[in-house]
């Protein structure tokens, strides 16, 4: 299957200071990527929507201002947590789509980041 | 899309089958049925997927009901590294482009 690529894989930050994690689809292009959290025991959320070369759509209750999503190419999208607080320790995870984004196509995740926010 | 239905926990003996059942009774006939599994502080990885004909790959087997209300995914030969959380999704187009909106699952033990 496809290889999606996330880095870094954990992080720790103190409280304040901002975090980016990146995602790459590494044998295919993307123009759609997805920006998933999840916290200790429960299920994956989704946050926000990233398209190449737009601006990216944020579920309801996500900061768009806080979780800076960039999808300047079609193998990268980043994401940047500012400003992070103890709250937003978290499994941050990346998911993307081949282009012609279909209803039977499937996604592909990275292997998650673990933020901890001191 | 369509929300989907199921149990919290199973167990399984290693080497039996594992059949995970999972409810979606308000499909519709354009959404498909898709399950992932999240082995502990992984990404979710893909397993199969179908719109309303069985569907077997390397790694499993999907059973949908005529109807469509239900389905369940059945891993053949458990091994301890079959240990996951299951997720059973329906899914169609939506705001969010073609996302997976991820319920509860299915938190499957393996055991020796």
């Known amino acids: 299957g496809a290889v999606v690529s996330q880095h870094p894989s954990r992080v720790i930050c103190k409280s304040g200071t901002s975090v980016k994690i990146e995602c790459r689809s590494l044998?295919?292009?993307?123009?759609?990527m997805f920006w998933y959290r999840q916290f200790p025991k429960q299920s994956l959320m989704l946050m926000a929507t990233?398209?190449?070369?737009?601006?990216?759509?944020?579920e309801q209750g996500v900061e768009k201002d806080k979780f800076l999503i960039n999808h300047a190419s079609l193998t990268l999208s980043t994401l940047t947590v500012t400003s992070a607080h103890p709250e937003d320790s978290s499994f941050y995870i990346c998911?993307?789509?081949?282009?012609?984004?279909?209803?039977?196509?499937?996604?592909?995740f990275g292997s998650g980041t673990q933020l901890s926010v001191l | 899309d369509a929300k989907t239905t199921q149990p919290p926990s199973m167990d399984c003996a290693e080497g039996r089958a594992a059949n995970l059942p999972c409810n979606h009774s308000?499909?519709?006939?354009?959404?498909?049925v898709y399950w992932y599994r999240q082995i502990h502080s992984q990404g979710p990885q893909y397993i199969i997927h179908?719109?309303?004909n069985n569907e077997t790959n390397e790694m499993a087997s999907l059973i949908i009901t005529e109807d469509r209300k239900s389905s369940t995914l059945i891993l053949p030969h458990a091994t301890l590294r079959d240990t996951a959380v299951y997720y059973c999704?329906?899914?169609?187009?939506?705001?969010?482009?073609?996302?997976?909106?991820f319920g509860k699952g299915t938190s499957l033990l393996v055991t020796p």
């Open positions: 990233s398209n190449e070369g737009s601006k990216a759509t944020y």
């Open positions: 308000t499909i519709s006939g354009n959404e498909y």
């Open positions: 179908g719109l309303k």
């Open positions: 998911s993307a789509s081949p282009p012609r984004q279909e209803v039977n196509e499937k996604l592909f």
């Open positions: 999704i329906v899914r169609a187009g939506s705001n969010s482009g073609y996302a997976l909106n």
């Open positions: 044998d295919f292009q993307a123009t759609t």
